[in-house]
């Protein structure tokens, strides 16, 4: 009964590519803005991309720009992670949140999933 739950993690190989879903449970997501964040073991928590209410803001973190895009789909209820040219240190478990207001970086989102593993091989 989590909120939020993400989907299409696993094991890749450098150089590959990933797409991870957030779907919603109980609630539309049209009126918040989304954000994915990772977490390593040993490190902590990191703002990797946000999506606003509209679509019309959209935020990266310097290290997956270029290489991720954030996007939404009103219809599915869903909000997508598309990860490519994979790198080691992007292996993580990978959050997916909501949030009522557009504050892309900050960790006071109003939901969180419970996370899926993406791990990249060299």
């Known amino acids: 009964q989590a909120q939020l739950v993400e989907s299409g993690g696993g094991l890749v190989q450098a150089g590959g590519s990933l797409r991870l879903s957030c779907a919603a449970s109980?609630?539309?997501?049209?009126?918040?803005?989304m954000g994915w964040f990772r977490q390593a073991p040993g490190k902590e928590r990191e703002f990797v991309a946000a999506?606003?209410?509209?679509?019309?803001?959209?935020d990266y973190a310097d290290s997956v720009k270029g290489r991720f895009t954030i996007s939404r789909d009103i219809t599915k209820n869903t909000v997508t992670l598309q990860m490519n040219s994979l790198k080691p240190e992007d292996s993580a478990v990978y959050y997916c949140?909501?949030?009522?207001?557009?504050?892309?970086?900050?960790?006071?989102?109003?939901?969180w999933g419970q996370g899926t593993q993406v791990t990249v091989s060299s």
């Open positions: 109980g609630r539309t997501l049209s009126g918040y803005a």
């Open positions: 949140a909501a949030g009522l207001r557009w504050t892309p970086r900050g960790y006071e989102y109003d939901y």
């Open positions: 999506i606003s209410r509209t679509g019309g803001n959209i």
